[in-house]
DNA sequence: CTGTTAGCGCTTTCAC
DNA sequence: GTGAAAGCGCTAACAG
């Protein structure tokens, strides 16, 4: 019966800060301002110190920093306004959280706004300044929205994108899926499920002007035209995200092409999606989507979808608040559990 | 721009004991014992604390509790000795986390055992009674298992069940698959992927006799045959898990069926399943299989295997880690935190 | 049965 | 530049 410690310090009780600043021949305060990188100290005695850190390995205690400094922090999460129901569950799985949040001091509030119009989100951003120890966005990749982003940074708050990304920004991190794998996945899936037949393959999408929209079709046409040559993409549809126009444009293009055997839906308008392929009779096309919601969960148990691509909405939700707690905290990232993996869900690994 | 807070409390500084114990009319003390159970306080006295508890949703301070318990928490992981690429991934991530731990006074202590021998599994969990906060442990299904579970749940310590389950002892959690639905998944997929073919499908398993193998083929042939008519199942090949012996079955059986048309690998030995599937040129065979390792990644990727089942071994050995903590703590456990996902892994989303 | 008190290991003034 | 000291909000003795 093999036995091993993960800790480096195995049993013994663990070192404090007093035990650092013994051994470094300094008081409390000056471990702590070295800590913190904080201005005030020699250098040599910022390496004496920092070097008596290293040799023992020492890892300050997390709950005692944190209940010594006192106030709690605030967070905001800045969210789009309107019936997004992938919102909506990212807002309530921050809900779920709130015991958890609370017993740690945390105080998260929502911030809504039309992350669609950049000037809009960007004052959003601008009114919050120096407020909050951290911000998570939903953001939009557009200079003025990259300005503010920026500021926060500059002025000390931490920032996380949230499923669509700035990534020319400072921002200190994104939490969310790489849309052009997600389109890639999708095409496979496409693909694979038409089993070889040949045909046509329909795209609809809110718009080709949202990054994630016109990363996942960029994706998606990559894997069509290298892995499935059997199978010629149309152009794509944009439904604006709306059920009615979506499902007008997709009604007409059935009516015209008999031989679409595959459908890719880039974002929603699901409903509309879905009806106007039942109203086609056509049920055997292969129906790709993302997202499980309440509708694609429906769809996928009915047969009607074959897959959804998804981005785990609690994991995004939790993985922000962590993310920004470890970076108001110094403490590093855990970076295989922040990273939002692209799941694949079929009928029987529904969540 | 509208805003909303999470928290019951909003921005006011948050209530402490202290104040319940002014507001029930009590000491420190008694408010403590109540919040956690302890014996020694007069029934009504309990009511009103609680109620005061209740009426202002207080929430201890975490970090406060843990900085004055003192003494740092032990955790046990009772993983299979031997050379499972899977469990040494589970081990892999939780060396990741040592700083994390460390920083929360966490000592997490590997102890490799024969988990296939019941009564050394069953003596290994007996030799580890209340020295341990908590146990994660891959578990076996026997009555010796089951009794040593609930001798140490009975000690007082907290115990998860991990990647195996026992469900019918007394373990506080279980953090892994359901296995049924795993199997399921793998049928759905070895199906569709077959594109309408028809013929038969193949199964390795690593034996019968174990609960997890077991319940995946039953899974597996539950969506075969209602979904599937046009596909055969075979008897199951056991391969020990073993490379050599899988490959071996596997090779004497394509010989001898020119009509299989998919291949459900439900363990290990993946490298002699492969082996076999290219001696004998049946690169076009349905090939699924379980978890993503340096070898099924590869094959993923050079298109051997079209898909594996996979259950996130970092998310595991972190979810084991957070529910044994939660449970030591009292804290409530995120049920949608914890849970483990069946994956579904293709070239495409391979993390 | 209940209350008082001395810390836990940090952060943060305030002195020197 | 550096140090001393007063807490942060709990827990765990020990008294009563």
Known sequence: MAQETLSDAPTVAALTLKDIARQAGVSLATVDRVLHNRPGVRPDTVRRVQETIARNAFQPHVAAAELARGRARRFAFVMPS??????????????????????????????????????VLAASLEALSAEYDGVAVV?????????????????????VTLVSDVPSSRRHHYVGIDNIAAGRTAGALVGRLAGGRSGKVAIVAGS??????????????????????????????EGRDEDDRS??????????????????????????????????????????????????RRLLLQGVMDAAISQNPGHEARAAVRVLLALARGEPILREQEKIRIDIVMRDNLP
Not at 139 to 158: C, M, Q, S, W, Y
Not at 212 to 226: K, L, T, W, Y
Not at 254 to 277: E, F
């Open 208 to 237: 080709q002007g949202l990054r994630d929209h016109a990363e996942r079709i960029f994706g998606f046409n990559q894997v069509m035209a290298s892995e499935f040559p059997e199978l010629s993409v149309m152009p794509v549809l």
């Open 247 to 296: 499902g007008q444009l997709l009604a007409r293009l059935l009516g015209r092409h008999a031989d679409i055997v595959g459908l890719y839906n880039v974002g929603a308008g699901t409903q509309g999606v879905a009806k106007a392929l039942s109203d086609a009779g056509r049920g055997k096309v292969v129906f790709v989507g993302h997202d499980v919601t309440a509708l694609t």
């Open 82 to 119: 309107g019936p997004n129901p992938f919102m909506q569950q990212i807002e309530a799985y921050l809900g779920e959280m709130s015991a958890w949040l609370s017993a740690r001091r945390l105080n998260v509030e929502m911030i809504a706004t039309d992350v669609f119009d950049p000037s």
């Open 139 to 159: 953001a939009l990749d557009h200079p003025g929205v990259r300005a503010a982003i920026n500021d926060l940074v500059e002025a000390g708050t931490k920032v």
